[in-house]
C-alpha cells in the first residue's frame, strides 16, 4: 500500500521525488545498493536450496511468511532511506495524456493485485500454510491451473509491477533509475524463477513456457487445459 504512493508520488510522508537533494554520485550509489539488497533477499531466500537450509532454522509451515516478512522490511528500507535525484526526463502535465498515463497505472497495480488472487494470495503471502497447520491439516500444493491473465502470458504479476514502475507522468531522474534497475532486476529473476519451475514441475511447466509468452501478451493465445500457471514469488512478487 505504501509503494502505490511512494511510486506515484502521493499520501505518503516520503516518496520517491520528495526529501532534499545531494550528491547525485551519492544517491545513486545509496539507491543502488538498497535496491540490489532487496533483489538479493528476494531472490535467494525463494530458491530451494535456501529453503532446505532455513527450514532447520525456522518450522517449515512459516517459511513462506518470514520470506514475506523479510521482503517487507527491506522494502521499508528502500522507502526509509531512497534518495531523491533532481532532474527531470520527462513531464505530462494535464490534459488527457496525464489521465492516460495514471489510468496505466492503476491499470498495473489492479493487475498485480487480481494476479495473487488468480493463484492463491493467502498461499502467496503464507498465510495458508499456516492455517493449515494449525487446523492439523498438511500441506498440499496448489492445483496446476492457468485462469485468466496466465493464458495470455507467463507472468501477469510482473507485467503489473512493469506497467506500474514506468506509468509516470513525471519521470525523474530517480524514478527512472528505480524504473530500469527494477526492470532488470525482474528480467533476470524470471530466469532464477522458471528454472525453479521447470525443475519442480517438469514437462507440464516447459510446455506451458513453449505455448504462452513471458511478459508481452499474446493474443489468441488461450494455454492448455490443465498446464501450470506459474506461482509468483513477491515483495513485491519472486
Avoid at 124 to 146: A, D, K, N
Avoid at 203 to 226: D, F, N
Amino acid at each position: 500500500m505504501y509503494a502505490i504512493g511512494f511510486l506515484g508520488n502521493f499520501g505518503v510522508p516520503k516518496s520517491i521525488d520528495s526529501g532534499p537533494e545531494g550528491s547525485i554520485a551519492a544517491a545513486l550509489a545509496i539507491d543502488g545498493a538498497l535496491l540490489t539488497l532487496f533483489a538479493l533477499q528476494h531472490s535467494i531466500m525463494a530458491r530451494p536450496w535456501f529453503k532446505r537450509a532455513w527450514t532447520r532454522i525456522v518450522p517449515e509451515p512459516v517459511e513462506r511468511s518470514t520470506y514475506v516478512v523479510f521482503s517487507s522490511l527491506a522494502l521499508l528500507l528502500v522507502f526509509w532511506q531512497w534518495q531523491p535525484i533532481g532532474g527531470v526526463i520527462w513531464k505530462i502535465d494535464g490534459g488527457i495524456a496525464e489521465a492516460i498515463i495514471l489510468g496505466l497505472y492503476a491499470v498495473g497495480l489492479l493487475v498485480v493485485l487480481l494476479s495473487t488472487f488468480l493463484i492463491n494470495h493467502f498461499d502467496l503471502f503464507g498465510l495458508r500454510q499456516v492455517y493449515l497447520y494449525m487446523i492439523g491439516r498438511p500441506y498440499t500444493h496448489l492445483e496446476f491451473r492457468t485462469p485468466f491473465f496466465y493464458r495470455y502470458v507467463r507472468h501477469p504479476l510482473y507485467v503489473g509491477w512493469l506497467l506500474t514502475f514506468w506509468s509516470a507522468p513525471v519521470m525523474t531522474v530517480a524514478h527512472l533509475f528505480f524504473a530500469l534497475m527494477t526492470t532488470a532486476y525482474i528480467l533476470i529473476a524470471i530466469r532464477f524463477e522458471e528454472a525453479d519451475l521447470v525443475a519442480f514441475h517438469g514437462e507440464k511447466y516447459t510446455r506451458y513456457r513453449q505455448e504462452v509468452p513471458m511478459i508481452v501478451p499474446a493474443l489468441g493465445v488461450t494455454g492448455t487445459s490443465g498446464t501450470p500457471a506459474t506461482r509468483e514469488k513477491a515483495a513485491t512478487a519472486n
